[in-house]
């Protein structure tokens, strides 16, 4: 009998690929319940369309594609507007906010960004995308990838330059 495939292979999926899912959630949710709920409601989504992620001739692709557009959909009001997140940071490394007074400020300057913008950075800064991917994972054109991604970069340059100290970039 077939029935136990599908949950087999998003399992194995879940398992090689999950953190990377958590990673990028983390980066548009800003909350690691929420983050966590949104890679959870896609392994549920994979499921259902067992399918169609089957045939999929890059299923991380799919995978990614049906989680950021569950968040933009707005599946549960409540993600977008919550702002915490729970961080470990080892301030005995170098780190790559640096020269930002501390990682609170850069939470809360991308608590400022719509839902939109945050998954354009995520895409591209977490998950490593292109412009192409990241315009195909959200369903939209490449100029439309390349503005937003302007338009947030510009405006946590701006919110960012009270937080960076005397003598910053």
Known sequence: MQLVQPANGVESFARAHGPELRRIAIGICRNVDAADDLVQDTLARL?????AFARATNQMGYARTVMVRMYL???DPHVHASTSVELTVDRSAAQPFDEIEGIDAVIQMVALL???ARAVLALRYVADLDDKEIAST???TRSTVRVTAHRALTRLRVTGKSAVPEGGR
Do not use: A, F, M, T
């Open 47 to 51: 499921l259902q369309k067992h399918e």
């Open 73 to 75: 959909d707005g599946r």
């Open 114 to 116: 719509s839902p939109r």
């Open 138 to 140: 959200l369903g939209v």
